[in-house]
């Protein structure tokens, strides 16, 4: 029955409702039935139409919420019965809903029995006064029992049987001609369609494809469809009259879904175009969506969708009004939007190119900007960098390491040739450390313990670490002593420190540097000049300006005793030689003078005044410096007989001397505000190793703290400055012209313009080095060369000998031996194979030096030869050839290699590079290969031009 009828509203309201509130079912029926004790039983038919023709999950999900809420809340009226298909009972599986409302309640309903099939048959007949015969019966039933869905084809049998009937009876006859259950409905379909004019079945064909729901996972089912989707009055009344399709006043359908699967042209027709009609279909909801809306633009195709409604309408299909008016308006607004799209894109188009315009524009700007920016910051960092580089100039005496990080900052702001001077200009002296207002220094030997007398009223005296020559600490402040600090000196171990101030001098224990502790206190009467301790710090030396000194036992602290009072005329300095020997500077000459009985010997004469004195560790080397510029060095081994061992002279007059705790340095300054360093390795042939320069007055007090690292000096201009020499370059007189560095040994040798060839022993990287000249050569020296493994050089002179030295000592090489008619070594090999050295020059002279030869005193032991002009080149592991056709080796010589030798370019410098290994004009470090295969590497080389 009809819900709209038994409720009085209309259909499409109620449609409505139930969509938006599928609750409202049950209340409607509610509703209906009220007063009463009937409830309400709702059937549903075909309910698998529900899974084909509603393609609306929404729709199809409110539907069903109706339906079960009707059925299953508490106080419904509602019985509900849904007539399904049994291959459409699984998609109700898919609803949990469905499944609740269907457990326990569904009845499968099956074929009917032959007697139920029997009486449906006949009873019918006999109703309207017709007879069936008895053997059309048996047939019927024959063929319809157990045919699934056989009713629907029954029904049209006995119809076509009804339109060939005799009489009142239906006869078998009349059966077989219509084609029986199995071929009655395909030949009434296929009678009408040949009927029909080419025209109508063009038309039938479409109709009968739109009556059909095609399936996807489902089969094919008849569709219901409006009667304007199918406007064909003749061909739809052809159609009604053969009863293959149901006219309703708006619907048409198919008869019989029997249709379907019986007639074969249209399973046909189905198959020829499956894609087509389920695009027709979805072409058609669109369509009526679309007109739902208003015909609104939104709901129109696009793109993919549209692309395939205009290929399938192009291949000939029959669209409806609607279908047509919905394509040709997705069409006009597809072809709208690609206007445009395209209008948008060229007004693009024009927008990026105007951008693209102006963007070049811009950056064209920008660049030139930029340029003048760029510009500006480069005169600004550079007027800049020139200021700061004038800035550090001035600073670099006072504070060289901010003097240093400003030069620095400088070239890193501007790297001008000036910034990159200056910057190099601070790396190629050592780095200082300044310390102001001071008056006085003492420096420990054997610790890095330094005391300080500060300028100012009190004169305190300060201890300051000096481990780090680049970062000195103040450890404490001597602050006990009456009337200040006048004078005061170390303990050779440094561990006692004593001061002197008016008439008192006080002994601290400086053991712990942070916290000093007077021990005695001695009045040495008329105010000292100098002071000096024993190295085990027992006496206590006082000097005077017109007097000797005088020495105090001051072992027992608490009673310091006088125990001698030495002769002289003055004392000026002082210096401990041994604990029993002073070292005093006495008017024009030194003192050394026992402690114990008062002897003493003069010596270190000089023309004037003797300004200082002072002692190497080892108990015998003095050295004596005076006004007229040299400082002489004395052995005083034995006490009664000083041996003057060297004399190295001063720019000016000398006023502060000091050995390094090893006593292979000597310092030497004075009235020219500077610092000679003098290395002592040979101490009969002391070699100056660097100047210090810095101060702006006369230096008067130098020593080596920090472990020989740094230099101490304190002057009149108020300052002390600590000079790291870990650093030092090699300073020589004059400028370098060529240089070689041995490849198997710490060893380099350099050659000046001068002639003069100096050895310089490179093996520690870090620290004072020296370069040590050849003095014993004869002349000067006009070419050179190492052997590979640095033990030897080899010289030629201008008497145009050749001689080999022995660089054991590379302070004083040994001549090994010597011959006549050398040349000069542009281009020769120097190789050792076991006791011989092997000389192979440019003029084919070829001279093998014996090392091992009797008494020590080596020579040479083959003399020169001529090949054809040349020494022959042997291959490696063999010597050159003579002459006279003899080996130089008397045959081969094993294992000796052979290295070439190449001269070196004049090289305008004076300063050999701190650096060891960085060679000028040499080839590469140990192992680097040479010029050619020949070569070994670097190392052996010659010197020379």
Avoid at 500 to 515: P, T
Avoid at 792 to 799: N, Q
Wanted: glycine share 10%; proline share 4%; net charge neutral.
């Amino acid at each position: 029955m009809r819900l709209a009828a038994v409720t009085g509203k209309a259909a499409t309201a109620l449609a409505r409702e139930f969509a938006a509130y599928p609750e409202n079912l049950h209340l409607r029926v509610r509703q209906t039935v009220i007063g009463g004790d009937d409830d309400l039983l709702l059937v549903v038919d075909q309910f698998e139409e529900v899974f084909t023709l509603c393609v609306d999950d929404a729709e199809r999900s409110a539907f069903l919420a109706a339906l079960t809420t009707a059925a299953s809340a508490e106080s419904s009226r509602t019985r509900v019965v849904l007539g399904v298909r049994a291959d459409f009972l699984g998609h109700c599986g898919r609803y949990p809903e469905l499944v609740d409302a269907l457990r326990g309640g569904h009845v499968l309903v099956g074929p009917m029995a032959a007697d139920q099939l029997r009486e449906a048959i006949v009873e019918p007949a006999l109703v309207v006064g017709c007879k069936a015969e008895t053997a059309l019966v048996t047939r019927l039933v024959a063929d319809a029992a157990g045919r699934p869905a056989a009713l629907p084809l029954v029904s049209h049998a006995l119809l076509e049987t009804w339109r060939r009937r005799r009489g009142v009876a239906l006869t078998l006859a009349g059966y077989e001609e219509a084609g029986g259950v199995e071929h009655s409905i395909a030949r009434s379909a296929e009678a009408v369609y040949l009927g029909m004019s080419d025209t109508d079945r063009a038309v039938a064909k479409q109709v009968f494809l739109r009556l059909i729901a095609v399936g996807d996972d489902t089969g094919d089912t008849k569709r219901r469809v409006r009667r304007d989707e199918v406007d064909h009055p003749e061909v739809l009344s052809a159609l009604a009259a053969a009863r293959l399709v149901v006219l309703d006043r708006d619907t048409v359908e198919l008869a019989h879904e029997a249709l379907i699967r019986r007639w074969p042209r249209l399973r046909d027709w189905i198959a020829e175009d499956r894609a087509g009609l389920r695009v027709q279909r979805m072409l058609t909801d669109a369509a009526d969506v679309w007109e739902s809306l208003k015909r609104d633009p939104g709901a129109l195709y696009r793109g993919t969708r549209l692309a395939l409604a205009q290929e399938w309408a192009a291949g000939g299909a029959e669209l409806t009004a609607a279908e047509r008016r919905f394509l040709d308006a997705s069409t006009a607004a597809e072809l709208a939007s690609t206007a445009a799209e395209t209008r948008r894109t060229r007004r693009l188009r024009r927008l990026v190119a105007v951008l693209g315009v102006l963007l070049v524009l811009a950056g064209v700007s920008t660049v030139r900007a930029f340029r003048a920016e760029r510009s500006a910051t480069e005169q600004r960092n550079i007027a800049l960098a020139r200021k700061v580089v004038n800035e550090a100039e001035a600073l670099r005496d006072s504070d060289p390491a901010l003097a240093a990080q400003l030069t620095l900052a400088a070239h890193r702001l501007a790297p001008l040739p000036e910034t990159r001077d200056a910057l190099l200009g601070v790396f190629s002296t050592p780095y200082a450390v300044r310390l102001e207002s001071v008056r006085e220094v003492a420096v420990s030997p054997h610790r890095s313990v330094v005391a300080v007398v500060e300028e100012g009223t009190r004169r305190d005296a300060f201890l300051y670490d000096m481990s780090d020559p680049r970062r000195p600490e103040r450890l404490a402040v001597v602050d006990r002593q009456p009337g200040g600090v006048d004078a005061l000196a170390f303990s050779a171990n440094g561990k006692v420190l004593a001061t002197a101030g008016g008439s008192v001098a006080v002994v601290w224990d400086a053991e712990d540097g942070r916290n000093p502790v007077p021990a005695a206190k001695v009045d040495v009467g008329a105010p000292p000049v100098a002071l000096a301790l024993s190295s085990n710090g027992r006496f206590l030396a006082v000097g005077h300006v017109d007097r000797g000194p005088r020495v105090w036992d001051v072992s027992d602290r608490a009673n310091p005793r006088l125990v001698a009072d030495l002769e002289g005329g003055s004392s000026r300095s002082l210096a401990f030689l041994t604990d029993q020997v002073l070292v005093v500077a006495d008017g024009s000459h030194a003192r050394a003078s026992r402690v114990v009985d008062g002897g003493f010997v003069e010596f270190a004469a000089h023309d004037g005044w003797v300004n200082a004195v002072a002692v190497a560790d080892d108990g015998r080397l003095v050295a004596v410096a005076g006004t007229d510029r040299r400082v002489e060095l004395w052995d005083l081994a034995e006490f009664a007989r000083p041996v003057r061992v060297a004399v190295v002279e001063h720019a000016d007059t000398v006023t502060a001397l000091a050995f390094s705790a090893d006593g292979r340095m000597l310092a030497t300054a004075g009235v020219d505000r500077t610092t000679k360093l003098w290395d002592l390795t040979e101490r009969s042939l002391p070699v100056e190793i660097a100047v210090l320069e810095g101060h702006a007055g006369v230096i008067s007090a130098v020593g080596f703290p920090a472990g020989g690292r740094g230099v101490l000096t304190a002057a009149a201009d108020g300052t002390a400055r600590l000079v790291d020499v870990s650093d030092l370059p090699i300073v020589q007189s004059s400028q370098i012209r060529t240089l070689v560095v041995s490849r198997d040994r710490d060893l380099a040798a350099t050659l000046d313009v001068g002639g003069v060839l100096r050895l310089v022993d490179i093996s520690q990287p870090r620290g004072p080095r020296t370069a040590w000249p050849l003095t014993r050569h004869p002349g000067r020296v006009r070419a050179a060369a190492l052997s590979v493994d640095g033990e030897h050089v080899l010289t030629v002179g201008e008497d145009q000998r050749m001689r080999l030295w022995r660089t054991a000592n590379p302070a004083a090489p040994d001549l090994v031996g010597e011959v006549t008619g050398g040349a000069l070594l542009r281009d020769g090999t120097l190789v050792k194979s076991g006791p011989h050295l092997a000389v192979e020059s440019p003029d084919g002279r070829t001279v093998l030096f014996d090392l091992d030869s009797a008494g020590g005193a080596a020579g040479a032991v083959a003399g020169l030869g001529r090949a054809g002009g040349r020494a022959g080149r042997g291959g490696r592991g063999q010597s050159g050839r003579a002459a006279d056709g003899d080996h130089a080796c008397g045959g081969r010589c094993p294992g000796m290699g052979r290295l070439r030798l190449v001269a070196a370019p004049t090289v305008d410098r004076r300063v050999l590079p701190a650096v060891a290994g960085a060679g000028v004009g040499g080839a590469g470090r140990r192992g680097r290969p040479g010029r050619d295969p020949g070569e070994r590497g670097r190392g052996a080389g010659a010197v020379g031009g």
